[in-house]
Every structure is written in C-alpha cells, then in structure tokens.
T-cell receptor, first 111, second 112 residues
C-alpha cells in the first residue's frame, strides 16, 4: 500500500525550515527519502532503519517512529538547491530494496 | 555504492511497436527493480527481476506487456510491448546495495 506524504507542496524562503511527513498503514522495515529534480533520476538522501540506525545528510535529518509507522524529513535552513520533489519510499520486508513510494512533496525554495 | 547505466536515455516510438530498455550495473546484485514514473506522478514498481528465475510482477503489470530478462547478476532488460500513448513515462531500473537503493538515469519514453 502506498505511503501517504504531507504536505503535497511547500513554498519557502531561503533559510526557512520545512518538515515533510510520510505515513504508512503497514509495518515498516525501513524508510528511504529521495529528492528528484525535474528531468533527473531520484537522488538518495536518507535511510532510516527499524531499530534506529540512520544514514544522513548534512542539514537534512529525519525521524522514524516505528510504532506509528511514520517518518518525517527535516530540512533546516533551506537553500535554493533544496527545491525539487521529495519522495519517501517504504520497505515493509526484510530490506530487499524493493520500495513503495509516496506520492511526493514538491518543495520550492525562493530567494 | 552502485553505478547503473541505462539505455536508451530517451526514445520516441510509434504506437503498436515495442521498446527494450537495458540496465547495466557495475557490480553483481541479487535483485534488480523496474519502476515507471508517469508524468507528474510518483514512482510505481513494475516488477522485480531475479537472476535465474522469472520476474515477479506487481499488481496491474503483466509479463505479456512488460517482459523482463535477467541473464546475469549485472544486467537486465525491460520491454514495453505493443505500446500506446498511455505508456509514455520514465522507466527506471534500481538496485539495492548496503541498504541504499540506487537508480539509473531513466529512459524517457514518448509514444506517438
């Protein structure tokens, strides 16, 4: 089942913060976050694993609430380069890399 | 990490024809995944390509329409058969390495 992302779209000024949420109706093994710019392939940002391990990115962090089956991506002091569409991908199995993606959140950072 | 080379990067095809997309990985991987991204939409998993066995298709995707080959641990092909304009999408292959999923640059397909 497709995870649900919110909000669908965000417009920010440079330097502002944003939070993108990803919620699943199924138990999750891991949550992956990607950013995609127009015309390009998705780029890996972050993975959060059941049990608390996470691999991160400078100025971008995330949380994973296994019990609530939710993850949030935190973008701090946003830069123009943060603009794009953010997708969460969930893996409900034993970390096979087979991901089901949310519908995406479009982020636009303005000067 | 994994470097994925996908060909062609884009193509314009006539309806009723077929297109085969190739995906080459720079290291051996157990599973390769094929996704479709329709214009303005999210990525939808088409199938999982396993070496030595038939591909596993997701609901809504069938082998006759999207036949997949996986002849070895570094290569896979996806064919889009009997194309219609509704097949116009970006097709991406993906592999998992050390818990990360890596994507090829995608094949942008336009069916006219």
């Amino acid at each position: 089942q497709q995870p649900v992302q919110s909000p669908q779209a965000v417009i920010l000024r440079e330097g502002e913060d944003a939070v993108i949420n990803c919620s699943s109706s199924k138990a999750l093994y891991s949550v992956h976050w990607y950013r995609q710019k127009h015309g390009e392939a998705p780029v890996f940002l972050m993975i959060l694993l059941k049990g608390g391990e996470q691999k991160g990115h400078e100025k971008i962090s995330a949380s994973f609430n296994e019990k609530k089956q939710q993850s949030s991506l935190y973008l701090t002091a946003s830069q123009l380069s943060y603009s794009g569409t953010y997708f969460c991908g969930t893996d409900g199995s034993s970390n096979t890399g087979k991901l089901i993606f949310g519908q995406g959140t479009t982020l636009q950072v303005k000067p | 990490s994994a470097v994925i080379s996908q060909k062609p990067s884009r193509d314009i095809c006539q309806r009723g024809t077929s297109l085969t997309i190739q995906c080459q990985v720079d290291s051996q991987v157990t599973m390769m995944f094929w996704y479709r991204q329709q214009p303005g939409q999210s990525l939808t998993l088409i199938a999982t390509a396993n070496q030595g066995s038939e591909a596993t298709y997701e609901s809504g995707f069938v082998i006759d329409k999207f036949p997949i080959s996986r002849p070895n641990l570094t290569f896979s092909t996806l064919t889009v058969s009997n194309m219609s304009p509704e097949d116009s999408s970006i097709y991406l292959c993906s592999v998992a390495k050390n818990t990360e999923a890596f994507f090829g640059q995608g094949t942008r397909l336009t069916v006219v």
